[in-house]
C-alpha cells in the first residue's frame, strides 16, 4: 500500500531548553549538533517535497528535538515564516512543534496560531511529581496538565511523549500516568523506554536499573492496549535509532521495538481465546494481512500457542481472526482496539 502520510522532521536538538534532563542528549539522539540556519530548513522543506510525487497525501512539518517555544522570539518567528509559506501554498497541511509543559502560555500560544501551527507535542514524561523531579524535569504534574488543557481551549491537536522506566517509576505511577493522559484527551501519544545515554547524568547513576526488554515490552503493551481503545493515536513507540546506536549504555532498546509490542499484544489476545476454549481443539486460524507478521510473533513466538496453520487473506480486515475449531464451528474474534 502506497503511503500516505508524510512529516517533515526538522530538529532542532536542545534548543530552547534551560534543563538537561538526567536522560538527555538529543545530539546523540538525531546526529543533529547544531540549531539549523532558516535557509537550510527551507531547502530541506523544498528537497523533501521534490521527492512526493502524488500531492494528494498529506504532509506536515514537525520541529523536533528541543523546546520550541522555548527559542527567542526572532527565532521562532523565522522559523514558523517558512513552515507558513509552504502552508499557504497548500504544498503542506499542517505544521507541529514539540515542546516542554512549563513553556506553554496564552501569548505563546496566540503566536503559534498566528503563524499556522495547529500541533502541539508536550514532552510529559509522566503525570508522576516524583518520577518528574527524579528526572530533573523541572516542572510539575499540574503544570503539565494546565498545559494541556489551554492547548485544547485554544483549538490545537495536542500530543503527549511518555517515558516509562524513568528513576522512581512503577507500575502504579505508570497506570496513574494513562489515567490522567486519557482524562486530558489529547490526540496522540508516543511512548518511549528510557534508555541510558553515553555522558548523561543517568549513565552515571549506580543505584538506577533500566527496564529489562520483557518489563519494558508488557509495559507498553498495556499502555497501547488502553490509548487504542480511547481512539488515541500512538504516532511512536520506541526510541528511533541513533545514528551511532553505542551511545545506548543499556535499557531496552530494540529496532523492532514497536513489532515485539504488538505482537505481544497479539499474544495475550491469543492465550486468553485458547483458554475459553480449552475444550475444544483449533485447526486454522485466517489474519488479516497487515496482522500476520504481528499474530505470528517475533521468531515465530506466537504460533506455539495454538499449533496449527495460520493462513492470510486478502478480505479479512485488520483486527479480526477467524478460527476454525475441531467440532466444526467457527468463530470471527476482535482484537479489540482496532
Keep these: 500500500m502506497a503511503k500516505k502520510h508524510f512529516v517533515i522532521p526538522i530538529f532542532i536538538p536542545h534548543s530552547g531548553c534551560p534543563f538537561q534532563c538526567i536522560f ?8 543533529v549538533k547544531k540549531e539549523p540556519l532558516p535557509r537550510e530548513i527551507d531547502k530541506k522543506i523544498t528537497d523533501y517535497l521534490s521527492t512526493i ?14 523546546s520550541f517555544t522555548g527559542l527567542p522570539v526572532k527565532t521562532q518567528v523565522s522559523f514558523l515564516k517558512i513552515a507558513k509559506k509552504y502552508l499557504d501554498s497548500k504544498e503542506i497541511i499542517a505544521v507541529r512543534v514539540s515542546t516542554r509543559p512549563d513553556y506553554i502560555d496564552k501569548k ?21 511529581d516524583e518520577v518528574l523531579s527524579s528526572s530533573q524535569r523541572g516542572y510539575t504534574c499540574a503544570q503539565a496538565i ?7 481551549r485554544h483549538g490545537f491537536l495536542l500530543g503527549h511523549q511518555l517515558m516509562i522506566g524513568l528513576p522512581g517509576d512503577s507500575w502504579a505511577h505508570i497506570k496513574e500516568t494513562a489515567k ?29 536499573k533500566a527496564l529489562s ?16 481503545s480511547k481512539k488515541i493515536r500512538i504516532l511512536r513507540v520506541g526510541l528511533h535509532p541513533p545514528q551511532d546506536k553505542s551511545v545506548i549504555k543499556s535499557g531496552p532498546f530494540h529496532e523492532s521495538f514497536k513489532f515485539l509490542v504488538l505482537s505481544k499484544i497479539w499474544e495475550n489476545f491469543l ?23 504481528k499474530i505470528i510473533g517475533y521468531k515465530g513466538k506466537n504460533k506455539e500457542i495454538f499449533d ?31
Design 308 to 338: 496449527c496453520p495460520v493462513k492470510k487473506v486478502p478480505w479479512l480486515c485488520n483486527g479480526y481472526i477467524i478460527i476454525n475449531f475441531d467440532n466444526g464451528k467457527t468463530k470471527v474474534y476482535r482484537l479489540k482496539f482496532y
Design 53 to 66: 510525487k502524488d500531492r494528494a497525501r498529506s504532509v506536515r512539518i514537525a520541529f523536533y528535538g528541543g
Design 213 to 228: 526488554l520483557q518489563e519494558a515490552i508488557e509495559k507498553s503493551a498495556y499502555l497501547i492496549n488502553l490509548f487504542q
Design 24 to 31: 538527555c542528549d538529543q545530539q546523540k539522539i538525531t546526529g
Design 180 to 208: 490522567i493522559c486519557v482524562s486530558l484527551k489529547p490526540d496522540m501519544i508516543r511512548i518511549y523506554p528510557t534508555l541510558v545515554m553515553e555522558n548523561t547524568y543517568l549513565s552515571y547513576m549506580t543505584d538506577y
Design 146 to 152: 494546565s498545559a494541556s488543557i489551554l492547548i485544547r
Design 108 to 128: 505563546i500560544l496566540f503566536r503559534l496560531k498566528r503563524f499556522g501551527v495547529s500541533e502541539i507535542e508536550l514532552g510529559i514524561q509522566s503525570f508522576s
Design 271 to 293: 492465550v486468553n481465546i485458547k483458554k475459553d476454549n480449552r475444550r475444544k481443539k483449533i485447526i486454522s486460524l485466517y489474519s488479516s494481512f497487515n496482522d500476520f507478521d
